[in-house]
């Protein structure tokens, strides 16, 4: 499984990678950690005239604390991520979607811009930055725009970043509610480190009654792209999380996914898991935000 | 045979090859790179079924550093059709399709060039022309007349078809108490070694031989490939001395290296063909038994098994491979490690438009092993009887060894009860149950499974005549010889390949062993295949039995002469002399003694000292029958089939989360007897490997194909083989019933935990369903599968 | 289509290579460096037979072209050793556990059990199968690779007297 040919450039700069896709015309691809980009070469699946590697941009590396967020150069290996404190802290959600990506060994070399610009339906990351209503910085020879997550993809594989554009950064959201918060992030997959056939993950806050006052739900893995449930997180705020709103809520997922069919699994399985691992990823986060303060 | 009693047999000891393999020193064929070496890439067809209208390769060519593209006409033409193992002589086989692709993957044409990146460039450009036909997927179609004819010229889809009766079955179903049926249904998995099969050809037209390289493992591959080839079989030389990355059973590539010869001798340059992961998966042709089992069992109401019907369907594939005779060797244990008075067996094999298959370890044991637990639960559930009860009142007993079952083989040793016991103890079945318990308290699905199961082993493939009578085969050997030099230093030389078996740690200990030199200090050297004594290579868990034998063998006749040569230069008969260690001394006056290197000067130099008529120098050589092998089956099928029979327990807890449909195994135990270990790392690293690789069957591993007759698991992301993750912590304990056919008492065991596993895990899943009401006889037991299950039940329930 | 003058450290020596630009890593290393320690089981980066380190990581070299190794330090199985002929402890405690049959997996479980005990001197069982998760072995069943780990942990870190390795 050799690769078709292809010229490539390492870049120095993203102004440069952004020169060379226009180049291009639409026959060039970004790499920075390859772990998805190149089994499909490898397998002729993808065959670009031009790679342009962007993996050494200094300024699109790394993890700055912004207060109200956190941002991520899109370079940042997954590894280097999972190990920053500053993300443990601010963002343990992600750091909980993280410790399932692949194995250490992809994490090595993967990148939190090259999972989301390659938009796997299941991929862990793109849940959590759909969970936490993160921001996504592109920039193409034209400018910068900032796309809400919620806009990013299109469907399984597909997002609205053009083929002159190159992911820069993610802004994820750092919660300063007052309480306390917790996070869950439950996956099926068939093997472990397989990628999620259905993942559930949550972040919420408790009021000092216990009460839940912000919820936010998202499921992945089992349609084109990951998913808010707006009903049942309104079903969840103002309530203490018991069986009975877990219960209620379970089903509004269910009511409202419409899952895929693959050679994995039917609609109706992904439908069933999603349900409970909603319920499980909630329970997480209540239990963690319940639970002694780290 | 107690294992105290050896000295270097049955002991722990570093694997000799390993020491090259850590330091990454190993040599397989993709390390082979020979100067002005061409590089081979496929082109596949993408139909199930189609005519092949043409073949276009001048774009192809036309590419800088394509040397070449060949099709199957080409082939058809220059070589001798492969060889299906059954009476069939309609059924031509090359090593790429001629005429007509018969399914999804099948290698249509070859292109060569100076780079395997190149080769793929080239193949892109090949153009082929296909008339899709209309495919058969479904082998219970299959045999219906109205399906589509995978080889026409065959006349029908089925390959195989015969029934045999041992014993009297209509009676013992007609006198039993109770009858029960089912179905097991066991998809398609395959070994699927980590490297994949490559053969390198290189032909010298001075010396007119051809050298070949290959990652494989499989009897008689230097004589077909000569075969085909229409060579003599001292014009081709196959070196075993390359290391094979894993087959059990599957790396036999005759057709690549078919292929590769061809192409070496008609461009006068070596050749490498070293399948990626793709050509591997669908074109490799080493996919395994796809089968449908239904039984019949007859029974008392105290749960004696009296008789049993099984009907095995196997969906060959397109081509026959080693499908067919993959039915046939179970026939060896087809009542499992029970007293069943009769049996009857129907086997059937059918093409259907999917990849063929080949031998996977345990020749189709492990799939009859499922079906026969599957059964064995189900009897002890329709009686309420303990599941380990009705084994206990089934399994042969210890004094009932040698015991002849229905089909003609005779089980040479075994304590199957001692070995159940050893395993619920070493279990800690009492504690099993209470955790079981305890779940299902809690609302949790769990259960625990219990599998007895049998390892023939030896490769006495005596499947080949009741397959085929005109294929009058009953000769299953192996060779080895040793020779010790001039200074003493001895080498001994073996003649197949190995893969991960430890072939030369087992030849040096059993060497060591008898001639009571250290094995550390033993050589072991694989000749090629002008050079090599007869062998079977390393199939069927025989090579224990077999090099072991053949070793001794050689070793025995090696410390004769050393007895004779001490003797007479101590002026003594062999029976007045001691051998201790290499050292001749004369009994009574220890003093006096020729050491082992005065011995190897003797043989070497100083012929006027060696015992008259003895050829000089010093070496032995010894081919070894297979034990109650050479003779042919009887009219009625009954033959005895594998000499030595290896047994084992498993005990498995497992807990199915009830909505994902996940199994959570763990602890497992497998209770193991393979009679004396000669080295019992080896073997307990094999019964490792094979619980995995039964837990992928059992739970991850199928190749599969949609209605169409699509390929879906052609990659590593779709064929999930168990990971560290998948894989509990397995503990073995160990028991020993010796053989009595064998130099010391040792069984085979290459194809341990495999053989088991599949079934115990069935059988835990089963148990933790039983609260549901819920059964399921089909494997891999996927997340989906069982989740949809439950779910269904929940409906209508 | 592009051909690129690369250099890099090998297991501690410096080496060039003029390379396309679709080569991976791990066909430079075989084919251009000789290194046929490292192999290729899939190339599509789930088997884990081609991990190697780069810059001290455990890496998948299939899943790398040459070209952006350029500037890099590999170490392949070949690099482990202490000295030329000999076994760093991992690789004797894998000889000493039976941790393999075939070696066709060796070097990368090598290679990634390496690089825990790089920077875990006391792993757990559930450290190690993390470690190996992404390397597959169809002969052993890990049970023994997990066993070699350990029993490296341990004399690494002094708690085990070291037995000479033979040979």
């Known amino acids: 499984m050799k690769a078709a040919d292809f010229d490539y450039v390492r870049a120095q700069s993203v102004a440069e990678a952004c020169r060379l896709l226009d180049g291009a015309a639409g026959d060039g691809k970004i790499i920075a950690g390859g772990q998805t980009l190149v089994p499909l070469l490898a397998m002729r699946l993808a065959r670009p005239a031009l790679v342009v590697d962007i993996a050494g941009i200094a300024d699109i590396q790394g993890i700055a604390d912004e207060t109200q967020s956190l941002a991520i150069g899109a370079a940042t290996r997954q590894a280097d991520a999972l190990a920053d404190p500053a993300l443990a802290r601010r963002l343990p959600l992600l750091a909980k979607g993280l410790r399932m990506v692949g194995h250490p060994q992809t994490r090595n070399r993967g990148t939190i811009g090259g999972s989301l610009a390659n938009a796997d339906p299941a991929a862990e990351i793109g849940l959590v930055a759909r969970t936490l209503d993160a921001e996504l910085v592109l920039r193409s020879s034209k400018g910068e725009r900032v796309v809400p997550i919620a806009e990013f993809f299109l469907g399984a594989m597909t997002t609205v970043l053009s083929t002159e554009e190159c992911l820069t950064r993610v802004r994820f959201p750092v919660w300063r509610d007052t309480g306390r918060i917790g996070t869950g992030f439950e996956e099926m997959s068939l093997r472990r480190s397989d990628f999620a056939l259905v993942a559930a993950s949550c972040q919420l806050a408790l009021d000092t009654d216990r009460v839940c006052r912000r919820l936010a739900l998202a499921i992945g893995g089992a349609e084109p792209a990951p998913r808010r449930f707006d009903a049942a997180e309104a079903r969840l705020v103002g309530t203490r999380l018991e069986p009975g709103d877990l219960a209620a809520a379970s089903r509004a997922v269910e009511a409202a996914l419409d899952p895929i069919t693959d050679a994995h699994a039917s609609a109706d399985y992904r439908r069933r898991v999603a349900g409970v691992l909603a319920v499980r990823a909630i329970e997480m986060a209540r239990d963690e935000a319940l639970g002694p303060r780290v | ?797 | 289509m592009s051909e690129h003058e690369i250099s890099l450290i090998v297991n501690g020596r410096p080496r060039r290579g003029r390379v396309p630009a679709r080569q991976t890593l791990v066909d430079f290393l075989r084919d251009e460096l000789r290194l046929t320690g490292t192999h290729t089981g899939c190339e599509h980066g789930v088997c884990g037979a081609c991990s190697v380190l780069l810059d001290g990581r455990a890496i998948r070299s299939c899943l790398m072209f040459a070209v952006q190794a350029d500037g890099a330090q590999i170490t392949t199985v070949e690099g482990l050793a202490p000295e030329p002929g000999g076994l760093s402890v991992l690789q004797d405690c894998f000889w000493e556990t039976h941790a393999l049959q075939c070696g066709f997996c060796t070097p990368g479980m090598l290679i990634a059990a390496h690089a825990l005990l790089l920077k875990e001197s006391a792993p757990s069982d559930e450290d190690i199968r993390e470690a190996i998760g992404g390397n597959l072995c169809r002969c052993t069943g890990y049970k023994q690779i997990i066993d070699a780990v350990k029993l490296a942990a341990q004399r690494m870190s002094g708690l085990n007297r070291p037995e000479p390795s033979r040979g």
């Open chain 2, 1 to 797: 045979m107690a294992e105290t009693q050896f000295r270097y047999i049955a002991k722990k000891r570093r694997a000799k090859e390993h020491r090259r393999f850590v330091a990454g020193s190993g040599r397989f064929v993709a390390d082979v790179a020979l100067p002005g070496m061409l590089h081979v890439a496929l082109v596949a067809s993408p139909y199930p079924f189609a005519r092949i209208r043409g073949i276009d390769a001048k774009v192809a060519l036309a590419l800088p550093g394509v040397s070449a593209v060949v099709t199957g006409a080409d082939l058809a033409a220059a070589t001798e059709a492969m060889m299906s193992g059954l009476d069939a002589p309609k059924l031509k086989r090359y090593p790429l399709a001629h005429g007509m692709a018969r399914y999804v993957g099948e290698w249509v044409a070859a292109v060569v060039a100076e780079s395997r990146a190149l080769a793929e460039d080239a193949a892109e450009l090949v153009e082929v022309d296909y008339e899709p036909l209309e495919p058969v997927v479904d082998p219970e179609a299959a045999i219906r007349p109205d399906a589509p004819v995978v080889h026409p010229e065959h006349g029908s889809n089925v390959l195989f078809r015969h029934k045999w009766t041992w014993g009297p079955v209509a009676a013992d179903f007609a006198a039993a108490d109770d009858r029960l049926s089912l179905r097991a249904r066991w998809h398609r998995s395959s070994t699927v070694p980590i490297e994949t099969f490559g053969v390198v050809a290189d032909w010298n037209p001075a010396s007119q031989l051809l050298d070949v390289w290959a990652s494989v493992q499989m009897p008689k591959y230097p004589d077909q490939l000569a075969r085909a080839l229409r060579l003599p079989g001292n014009a081709v030389r196959v070196h075993f001395d390359v290391d094979v990355g894993g087959s059990y059973g599957v790396k036999r590539g005759l057709k690549h290296s078919i292929l590769v010869g061809y192409l070496a001798r008609r461009l006068g340059a070596p050749v490498r063909l070293v399948e990626d992961r793709l050509e591997n998966m669908r074109g490799g042709d080493a996919q395994g038994p796809d089968r449908i089992f239904d039984i019949e069992a007859a029974f008392t109401k105290d749960g004696i098994v009296r008789s049993l019907k099984i009907r095995a369907l196997d969906d060959c594939g397109a081509h026959a491979g080693r499908a067919p005779l993959q039915l046939g060797k179970p026939v060896g244990a087809i009542c499992g490690p029970y007293r069943v008075n009769s049996v009857e067996y129907e086997a059937i094999s059918v093409t259907t438009n999917k990849t063929p298959q080949e031998a996977v370890r345990g020749f189709g044991q492990s799939p009859t092993n499922f079906a026969l637990e599957t059964t064995i639960d189900r009897i002890a559930q329709r009686l309420g009887m303990d599941r380990i009860a009705l084994r206990r009142a089934n399994l042969i007993r210890a004094e009932e060894f040698p015991y002849t079952i229905p089909s003609g083989s005779t089980y040479d040793s075994g304590d199957y009860h001692a070995v159940l016991e050893k395993a619920l103890t070493g279990a800690d079945y009492a504690a099993l149950v209470k955790r079981r318990d305890a779940a299902r308290a809690a609302g949790k699905l769990a259960g625990i499974g219990i599998a007895c199961c049998l390892e023939p082993s030896g490769g006495n493939s005596a499947f080949e005549p009741l397959f085929n009578p005109k294929n009058e085969t009953t000769t299953w050997m192996e060779g080895c010889s040793i020779k010790v030099d001039l200074y003493g230093a001895v080498v001994v030389t073996m003649n197949t390949s190995s893969s991960g078996q430890g072939h030369e740690t087992l030849a040096s200990t059993v060497a060591g062993e008898i001639l009571e030199r250290d094995p550390e200090t033993i050589r072991v050297v694989r000749a090629d295949s002008l050079g090599a004594l007869p062998s079977n290579s390393p199939v069927g868990s025989r090579m224990a039995i077999m090099l072991g034998g053949a070793a001794a063998g050689a070793a025995k006749k090696l410390k004769a002469a050393i007895i004779a040569i001490g003797a007479h230069k101590l002026g003594a008969t062999p029976e007045e002399v001691d051998y201790a260690e290499g050292v001749v001394r004369l009994r009574g006056d220890p003093a006096r003694q020729v050491s082992w290197e005065g011995i190897a000067e003797i043989a070497h130099r100083k012929f006027h000292e060696l015992p008259p008529g003895m050829e000089p120098g010093l070496q032995a050589q010894h081919v070894l029958e297979v034990p109650t092998g050479g003779a042919l089956p009887t009219a009625d099928g009954r033959v005895q089939m594998y000499p030595c029979y290896a047994f084992e327990t498993h005990v498995v807890y497992a807990e199915i989360d009830r909505i994902t449909g996940q199994v959570a195994l763990g602890p497992y135990l497998v209770g193991h007897d393979c009679g004396v270990m000669i080295n019992p790392d080896i073997v307990h690293g094999m019964t490792y490997g094979g619980v995995a690789h039964g837990i992928g069957a059992a739970l991850y591993e199928r190749f599969r194909y949609d209605e169409t007759g699509q390929f879906l698991s052609g990659t590593f992301m779709d064929y999930l083989l168990p990971s560290a993750h998948e894989v509990p912590d397995i503990k073995v304990v160990d028991h020993c019933t010796p053989s009595p056919l064998t130099a010391f008492g040792q069984k085979g065991s290459g194809e341990a935990g495999y053989l088991g596993a599949p079934a115990a895990i069935s059988c835990a899943v089963n148990d933790a369903l039983v609260p549901l009401g819920l059964a399921v006889a089909e494997v891999p037991m996927t997340p989906a599968l069982l989740s949809d299950l439950i779910a269904r039940a929940k409906k209508t329930g």
